[in-house]
């Protein structure tokens, strides 16, 4: 399946004005219908050597109003809108057998698919569109084959115009409809929602922990209890905005309470003391640290956004360093819930 997103730009006629992505997956027809009818992208975070994957990675940095054009079986079949900013997601059952070799845990953006009734053919139009690909991360051969191992790429504005332009009406309606109605974005990843109530059921039901140690990791979940404790002794007060009354605090975990053993949930060297606007920010990805405390920001976070939550986001803070501990759930984090694909800084 091939995935064109637009990110944050308008379309009028062939003209794309704003800064415009695509990207690129290819799927099989049956994959394609998956996500389409079930409303979702969904990318492995890496190859099955380990290995980073710039096609995967460029997954963290769709943004909700990015506008989606899906391409599967030679065919631009679907435009979509993101509705959600990416999160960790577990491979969706209906996948079954396919990518058996996958790491269970992905990438994953909710999106609000409408399929074409006239799709395009790429291969049909390579007079115009071979020109405009770019040297690196291009999503079709020069003669309009796809190329295997691939899921996103960003293409530059002017491949993004060429597209609309042989769509036609259609296309550029879809378009223009989505973008108008971008304020209807979802706020919360469905996925991560449902995923985290299963592995909260799954301690709940395990009889071979102590009744005191499941209530423990039942409440980590909220950075609360014993964890909080845990981490207490370790920080003193927010990394970010100084305070340090306990009751504006929450007990972050670096590397998230869905991902983690049940001993690392209450691991105090995995957890930061962040008042609420910072938890959540750094929860979702939008922030990270490096481990000399020099703050990361996403780049599809939104400044003004950070800028009220009193992020200097011009000169970002650095809040210290991190004990060695502390370091590795950190590193956890930057690799696998910031919203930042470092692919990109070289495009």
């Known amino acids: 399946m091939l995935l064109l997103l637009a990110k944050k730009g308008l379309f009028t006629g062939a003209k794309v004005v704003g800064h415009v992505r695509y990207w690129y997956p290819w799927f099989r027809l049956l994959a394609y219908r998956h996500e389409v009818r079930g409303g979702y992208l969904w990318s492995p975070k890496r190859n099955v050597n380990q290995a980073r994957n710039p096609y995967y990675d460029f997954m963290r940095e769709v943004a909700p109003g ?39 845990i992905g990438w994953r953006v909710d999106v609000r698919f409408s399929e074409l009734k006239w799709p395009l053919k790429p291969s049909h139009h390579m007079s115009v569109l071979a020109p405009l690909l770019p040297s690196r991360y291009a ?38 409809g989505f973008r108008a109605a971008e304020e209807a974005v979802l706020a919360t990843g469905v996925g991560l929602v449902e995923w985290e109530e299963h592995e909260l059921g799954q301690v709940r039901a395990d009889s071979t922990l102590p009744e005191t140690e499941r209530q423990a990791i039942v409440l980590a979940r909220r950075g609360q209890g014993l964890f909080k404790t845990r981490v207490m002794s370790l920080e003193r007060a927010c990394r970010i905005t100084g305070v340090n009354r306990e009751e504006h605090l929450r007990a972050s975990h670096c590397k998230p309470w869905r991902d983690s053993t049940n001993e690392e949930r209450l691991d105090g060297e995995n957890g930061l003391l962040l008042t609420p606007s910072i938890d959540h920010l750094f929860d979702r990805g939008f922030i990270a640290f490096e481990d000399n405390g020099q703050v990361i920001i996403s780049p599809v976070a939104h400044q003004d956004a950070l800028r009220r939550m009193g992020l200097a986001i011009e000169r970002p803070p650095s809040v210290g360093r991190f004990s060695p501990g502390q370091r590795r759930y950190l590193e956890f984090h930057r690799e696998n819930v910031l919203l930042k694909s470092s692919f990109l800084e070289h495009l």
């Open 66 to 104: 990015d506008v989606v054009f899906s391409f599967a079986d030679t065919l631009v079949r679907a435009i979509g809108i993101a509705a959600s900013h990416t999160y960790e997601a577990p491979k969706p059952l209906e996948f079954g057998q396919a990518g058996a070799y996958w790491d269970k």
């Open 139 to 176: 999503p079709l051969r020069h003669n309009g084959h796809g190329l295997q191992n691939m899921y996103l790429t960003q293409l530059p504005e002017h491949l993004a115009a060429a597209l609309i332009d042989l769509l036609g009406a259609e296309g550029r309606d879809l378009v223009l």
